[in-house]
Nanobody, 123 residues
Framework: VQLVESGGGLVQAGGSLRLSCAASGRTFSTYTMGWFRQAPGKEREFVAA????????YYADSVKGRFTISRDNAKNTVYLQMNSLKPEDTALYYC?????????????????WGQGTQVTVTS
């Protein structure tokens, strides 16, 4: 599975961005999909995850109520809608895939990764 993120950019605090992650292959619907982020000098952290059918979603406390993860299995794409952005949301955002219908915030459970898309939020 190859993952390609897009939609990052520069935005002012309070603004919105929508990240997309397009997956190759026919087995997209068999993977739990997640978003992680990594800021300079910090560890990679879990942001959100969505299980196979898209009905079960999970969020880090820091983004709950502001970010929404969704997936379109017909388009092999997962999205991250980010609203009310804060400067502390600035990071490189990665899309990742974990085999099966699991829930995990641990990046080690995710076996496929995209190259990342930069999100920068200015105050």
């Amino acid at each position: 599975v190859q993952l390609v993120e897009s939609g990052g950019g520069l935005v002012q605090a309070g603004g919105s961005l929508r990240l997309s992650c397009a997956a190759s292959g026919r087995t997209f619907s068999t993977y739990t999909m997640g978003w992680f982020r990594q800021a300079p000098g910090k560890e990679r952290e879990f942001v959100a995850a969505v299980k196979l059918r898209g009905t079960n979603t999970y969020y880090a406390d820091s983004v709950k109520g502001r970010f929404t993860i969704s997936r379109d299995n017909a388009k092999n794409t997962v999205y991250l809608q980010m609203n009310s952005l804060k400067p502390e949301d600035t990071a490189l955002y990665y899309c990742a895939a974990a085999a099966g219908n699991i829930y995990s915030t641990d990046y080690r459970h995710y076996i496929y990764w995209g190259q990342g898309t930069q999100v920068t939020v200015t105050s």
